[in-house]
């Protein structure tokens, strides 16, 4: 019996002649006339095609573009996944707004829960988070949770306070009155609701969850999984999601947890993320680690999760055990806890190609970056956040004082000669490197905005390289595989204010279109019979 997709698979290997402006994104930044797909493979680049492919078709694509196909060095998938295809209330400009949105979602799928993405005091003209009593006149009936734009609190009306189990009361973070939960409590409220959507449907997601990334033109994520998931899951889940898929949509696992046993029983190479491999906070909540206090409290510096030692000692082990390491770091404290513990490591015991990484580096120090650039640790860095309305400069000034200008310093690190990736949070940005080129591009800092050929590296080429992906994909050269998309226009002769009007096209993974809307039983054959990734 053949599969389908296997018949589609024979009806489109045959070869392909692209004719335009093709952006390799190689060492040299060269562009090119032609690229030659056979097979799946760039079999060809250059200004003179060779004789003999003149007899074959050729694909004239005009005045649109060619580049590698787009990247995503640091997602939440699975969250993501849920988030996006229940509700994301990231729109709403006031509570009124909310309340619309949520009585549409709730009229037209009938959920008995209601999960909610993007609460943010910033972008409502109310300028605060809602509360439980105003949640309650919302919606009564149902149990209602909305979570902030960060992922680090939410807020719950008085009928999702009743379905939670009693213990919750007694965590951290538990405000009965205002709704509002933090730390400890939101974390244990988001995993019992998370529980509550049936595997099936998260399995459902997870697939369209892939059709969005595609199409923005992704072909590779660095997905952050292990949120505290039973027996963690959704970690096995995105392993197996991402075994199965019918496109070659690439997936690079990394486990949040310190706990090295886990990962290496599941035999995946990589570990870290957010989560429990967090340093620190972040700015939404005040408990990013700093060096100085934040401007509105000078009792706060925030919080280092971890100690030196224990911070030291989980990056040496995973480096020894030949892993490769991401460490969520977002203030400066944090920051130069990463970059010493990763220094560490490598002076005890040297590898010259381990690629471990920072993730966000927000807030960094000199001495930290000259760490990243001598020791070529790399940096996931997500510019859409120097744009986000649910998180505005005005926040961050507001915080930070003259440090927020300091957030981010892109064109620093390019300069310096280190590694940085693109990458959206998500579900914090959307996996969207149109937008995060553009706010490259334009930083609200503008000493520290970076060329459109810097940000189109740092959304192909930087993750495939951050991910020991290079030799494979990231760039448009022989014998690599044909990951690529084809824009509307040429990005690179356009002003970098009008970036935001660049669109993908087309999506090529190994030389074939992406196909959107697999089919469940489709993934499901693909797991048991054909484990082909
Ligand atoms: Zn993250």
């Known amino acids: 019996m053949i599969h389908p997709d296997k018949k589609t698979n024979l009806q489109e290997s045959v070869m392909k002649i692209f004719k335009g402006t093709i952006i390799t994104c190689d060492k040299n930044d060269n562009i090119v006339r032609y690229l030659v797909e056979d097979k799946g493979k760039i079999v060809f680049t250059g200004n003179e095609l060779p004789e003999s492919y003149q007899k074959q078709d050729i694909v004239d694509i005009g005045t649109k573009a060619i580049i590698p196909a787009f990247t995503d060095s640091h997602i939440h998938f699975t969250s993501f996944a849920l988030f996006s295809s229940t509700l994301d209330v990231r729109k709403a400009e006031n509570f009124k707004d ?4 949520i009585n549409q979602y709730t009229n037209k799928t009938g959920a008995k829960i209601v999960l909610g993405f993007g609460i943010s005091a910033h972008s409502v003209e109310e300028q605060q988070m809602i509360t439980r009593k105003q949640l309650d006149m919302i919606e009564a009936a149902k149990p209602v949770m909305l979570i902030k734009y960060d992922g680090h609190a939410s807020v719950v009306n008085s009928a999702m306070l009743k379905l939670l189990p009693a213990k919750f009361r007694k965590l951290r973070g538990f405000n009965e009155d205002s709704g509002q939960l933090f730390q400890e409590a939101f974390f244990a409220a988001a995993d019992y609701i998370s529980s509550k959507v049936s595997l099936v449907s998260l399995v459902k997601y997870m697939l369209k969850a892939v059709d969005k990334m595609a199409d923005k033109g992704i072909g590779l994520i660095h997905p952050a999984e292990g949120v505290g998931f039973p027996l963690d899951l959704d970690v096995d889940l995105v392993r197996f ?29 990589r570990v870290g993320g957010c989560f429990a491999t967090a340093l620190d906070g972040c700015f939404g909540s005040l408990d990013a680690a700093l060096y100085s206090p934040y ?68 807030l960094t120090t000199q ?6 650039a001598e020791y070529n640790i790399g940096i996931a860095c997500q510019p859409g956040l120097l744009h986000l309305n649910l998180e505005p400069v005005s926040y961050l000034n507001s915080i930070l004082g003259a440090r927020a200008y300091e957030i981010s310093p892109l064109k620093t690190m390019l300069d310096m000669g280190i590694h940085v990736s693109g990458g959206s949070d998500a579900p914090v940005t959307m996996p969207d490197p149109v937008s995060g080129i553009y706010s490259a591009c334009n930083h609200f800092n503008d000493s520290q905005s970076i060329s459109i050929m810097q940000a189109i590296k740092m959304f192909t080429y930087e993750t495939a390289w951050a991910g020991f ?42 030389g074939r279109p992406y196909k959107k809307d697999q089919k469940f039983s489709s993934l499901l054959w693909n797991c048991l019979f054909n484990r082909h990734k």
């Not at 084809?486 to 090529?508: A, C």
């Open 367 to 372: 001495k930290g970056l000259e760490i990243c």
């Open 469 to 510: 992906d290079d030799e494979k994909t990231g760039s448009l050269e022989q014998g690599k595989d044909a990951d690529m998309v084809i824009l509307n226009k040429n990005p690179l002769e356009m002003d970098r204010n009008e970036l935001l009007s660049l669109e993908t096209k087309e999506l090529f993974l190994k």
């Open 295 to 362: 401007e509105t409290d000078p009792s706060n510096k925030g919080i280092l999760f971890y100690s030196d030692d224990q911070v030291f000692d989980f990056v040496q082990k995973a480096h020894d055990k030949g892993l490769q390491v991401q460490m969520h770091a977002i203030g400066d404290a944090a920051f130069d806890q990463a970059a010493n513990a990763i220094e560490a490591a490598l002076r005890n015991n040297f590898r010259k190609d381990h690629r471990h990484s920072i993730i966000h580096a927000s």
């Open 241 to 269: 999601i991402s075994g199965g898929l019918a496109n070659p949509f690439k997936f690079r696992i990394f486990f949040q947890t310190m706990d090295i046993k886990k990962v290496i029983k599941r035999k995946l190479p």
């Open 98 to 101: 909310l309340a619309n949105i």
